[in-house]
T-cell receptor, first 114, second 112 residues
Framework: NAGVTQTPKFQVLKTGQSMTLQCAQDMNHEYMSWYRQDPGMGLRLIHYSVGAGITDQGEVPNGYNVSRSTTEDFPLRLLSAAPSQTSVYFC?????????????FGDGTRLSIL | GQQVMQIPQYQHVQEGEDFTTYCNSSTTLSNIQWYKQRPGGHPVFLIQLVKSGEVKKQKRLTFQFGEAKKNSSLHITATQTTDVGTYFCAGSNSNSGYALNFGKGTSLLVTP
């Protein structure tokens, strides 16, 4: 099993550009989520999904869209990138939506917005 | 919304010294999880605590969940250089729906 795969690993964008960060898991996990990590801020939840076709907002959803058309994939879209979105983005998944299961994280995408 | 506070933000110890990080929530938690993130890496699950007053051990690491299920701690005995990294707690409760909220983490530096 590959676990949670995030692509790309690094990306530089210009302000106003759009981009999709990809996340895929091959563990048939029900729950998937996106976090951003900034120095001194820890991991902040952007969006999450408890199953295909179901998404919800986390702590910092503004400027980001998500969809969950399949169990395996949970892409994160930046429609118009801003410098404040420079961050490291982590995708995570877990077996069930009950949040009593370990979260499996991808290796992250390091995103810079100029 | 639910707040999970973690202290200290940073800790620098000499190898062999003990280390403790504390996690506090403004609301009663259903469970609490602990993760470790090595520099440049991604968070890795360490353990989950569910029961009030629960204590679990993993070799030199001891995890506790408070009686009121509002606080937790991670204690490392006799730190080693391999313990370097950032330790996060994460909690959820019935009010947070399916959102798992992380503390800001404690970054541990161990010098030989």
């Amino acid at each position: 099993n590959a676990g949670v795969t995030q692509t790309p690993k690094f990306q530089v964008l210009k302000t106003g550009q759009s981009m999709t960060l990809q996340c895929a898991q091959d563990m048939n996990h029900e729950y998937m989520s996106w976090y951003r990590q900034d120095p001194g801020m820890g991991l902040r939840l952007i969006h999450y999904s408890v199953g295909a076709g179901i998404t919800d907002q986390g702590e910092v959803p503004n400027g980001y869209n998500v969809s969950r058309s399949t169990t395996e994939d949970f892409p994160l879209r930046l429609l118009s990138a801003a410098p404040s979105q420079t961050s490291v983005y982590f995708c995570a998944s877990s077996y069930s939506r009950s949040l009593n299961q370990p979260q499996h994280f991808g290796d992250g995408t390091r995103l810079s917005i100029l | 919304g639910q707040q999970v506070m973690q202290i200290p933000q940073y800790q620098h110890v000499q190898e062999g010294e003990d280390f403790t990080t504390y996690c506090n929530s403004s609301t009663t938690l259903s469970n609490i999880q602990w993760y470790k993130q090595r520099p440049g890496g991604h968070p890795v699950f360490l353990i989950q605590l569910v029961k009030s007053g629960e204590v679990k051990k993993q070799k030199r690491l001891t995890f506790q969940f408070g009686e009121a299920k509002k606080n937790s701690s991670l204690h490392i005995t006799a730190t080693q250089t391999t313990d370097v990294g950032t330790y996060f707690c994460a909690g959820s409760n019935s009010n947070s729906g399916y959102a798992l909220n992380f503390g800001k983490g404690t970054s541990l530096l161990v010098t030989p």
